[in-house]
């Protein structure tokens, strides 16, 4: 049973930073392509950014965070990371992982396999 589980979310003041773990487990992660998405209040879910897996290397990200967010992997944790840096308000929401059984990421939601619960971020102004 394929498990994804975040975690590093929380409270933090506009500029600040936060960087976002999710675990994975039950399968084989190595080519697995990986996906963080957000959703915030009253918003639909997302894209944030994603990276592929280990046959080839890429990490799209969404415009609106590119240049202050980066998405990397440790293969031998099964542990993808959101490090979030310049943080505004406008970047509150529940952050989850995605996960894709190949290895190209995709920026749709709809095209990922599982998907964990979710973090928390809230940005205060």
């Known amino acids: 049973q394929v498990q994804l589980v975040e975690s590093g979310g929380g409270l933090v003041q506009a500029g600040g930073s936060l960087t976002l773990s999710c675990v994975a487990s039950g399968m084989a992660f190595n080519r697995a392509a990986m996906g963080w998405f957000r959703q915030a209040p009253g918003k639909e879910r997302a894209f944030v950014a994603a990276?592929?897996?280990?046959?080839?290397?890429?990490?799209p990200v969404a415009n609106s965070v590119r240049g202050r967010f980066t998405i990397s992997r440790d293969n031998a944790k099964t542990t993808v990371y959101l490090q979030m840096d310049k943080l505004s308000p406008d970047d509150t929401a529940v952050y989850s992982c995605?996960?894709?059984?190949?290895?190209?990421?995709?920026?749709?939601?709809?095209?990922?396999?599982?998907w964990g619960e979710g973090a928390q971020v809230t940005v205060s102004a």
């Open positions: 995605d996960l894709r059984g190949e290895n190209w990421p995709s920026a749709v939601s709809s095209t990922y396999d599982y």
């Open positions: 990276i592929t897996g280990i046959l080839t290397s890429g990490t």
